[in-house]
């Protein structure tokens, strides 16, 4: 009966020990193999985003960043002088693909880059009311969503061209100690035809993979390690069987108790 109740109680201890353990022990950034060039034409196939109906574009007048029009127009026209720095500078494109802007109208923007859209927005200014306008273009409605093993899950808004993995895990606080840095998801494309990008964090090669270049919509998500798997599992395991090993435990003490 001792020798049971001996075992037992060292089955206890070591759940209890076991369910305490989570070191994680992650690698990142080793030299493993080199990209191939199908991961190169990969990235160049998908381009730069393209302007779409129903996006939001924030334009600015660098020479005057509280306004979107200044008072060095030519001509003497109505500026229509915008109030705020923020929201008033946000436009979005109608239906047809055009966006109303102050002082010069209607333009078409949908289907340019935003740095070809600019171009135009500011040629528009030059011609016909700014003496040598710095016209600023931003895309402000274009996110990625981060899940899994980050400090912070979410929405984040891309707020430059070419934003990448690595700057967009820092943003969100960096990998858990419970990612698997090896198994990084990007899940990118349409709801019907979505395609998912392995990548490998513990490579050094993932600093330079063009596919890890993140575009509007994508899913980001880092999975939990094994050694992270097994220790919550076996947490759940203990948090049930440890209280009726406490019983059994008890009984068998009261029982050895009542003999004697």
Known sequence: MRQLIYSFSVLGLLLV????????????????????????????ATGEYRIKSQDILQVRNLQDTKYLVDNSAKNNVNNNVLNSPTDNQNFQVDDEGFVILPAIGRIKVAGYTRGEAQKLVE??????????????????????T?????RSQGNFPLTKDHTSLLEMIGAAGGITEKA???????????????????????????VNDPRTILQNGDIIYIAQNKRATRTDNLQSFSTVFQPILLLFNTALIVLTLIRR
Do not use: H, W
């Open 17 to 44: 020990f076991a369910s305490c353990s989570t070191t994680q022990y992650q690698v990142l950034f080793q030299q493993k193999k080199s990209l191939t060039d199908t991961a190169y034409q990969t990235a160049n």
């Open 146 to 150: 981060m899940l899994g093993e980050v």
């Open 180 to 206: 698997n840095e090896s198994n990084v998801k990007i899940i990118r494309g349409t709801e019907k035809n979505p395609k998912v990008i392995l990548v490998d964090l513990g490579d050094i090669q993932s």
């Open 123 to 144: 040629d528009a200014y030059r011609k016909s009311v700014l003496v040598n306008p710095i016209i600023e273009l931003k895309i402000v409605n274009l996110k990625v």
